[in-house]
């Protein structure tokens, strides 16, 4: 891949003083300037406007560092999600433990529910089959 050594980087330094001189260099620094500026207020104001739009778009930071490792950012959505079902279910608790809770009834038309996969049993597959007659192919590796 592509890296920039100190040594490259000082290469590169002196070949654009070499073609651009001492008259054209500042001019050529306060444009690169401003140019790094206006990017940065263009980058400023279309974050703004995203997050009027999706108000609860994590920062900047927060994105970066879920890139960076994306199981922490599974870790945090579990969190989020446990939080929110706990915040549910604490919704639907009865208050009077002695008042039986009753499910609406069905109308005559309705089919039951389907089985949920978590207590649908689960069928082992069979081992799958190894030929070992034949030949392995060496561009496979």
């Known amino acids: ?23 054209k260099l500042p001019e050529v620094a306060h444009k690169l300037g401003a140019s790094w500026r206006a990017l940065k207020r263009i980058q400023e104001r279309v974050e703004e406007e995203v997050r009027e739009v999706i108000p609860d778009l994590p920062s900047a930071g927060d994105i970066a560092r879920v890139v960076r490792s994306p199981v922490n950012l599974l870790n945090e959505l579990a969190n989020r999600a446990e939080a929110r079902d706990e915040r549910t279910s604490a919704d639907h608790i009865p208050t009077d433990v002695t008042e039986p809770v009753v499910s609406p009834a069905r109308p005559a038309g309705d089919r039951p529910p389907s089985p949920s996969p978590l207590t649908t049993p689960v069928t082992p597959r069979p081992a799958p089959v190894v030929d070992d007659s034949l030949p392995i192919d060496p561009s496979l590796n």
Not at 2 to 7: D, E, K, T
């Open 1 to 23: 891949m592509f890296s920039l050594s100190p040594i490259k980087i000082m290469v590169i330094v002196a070949v654009v003083l070499l073609l651009l001189g001492p008259d």
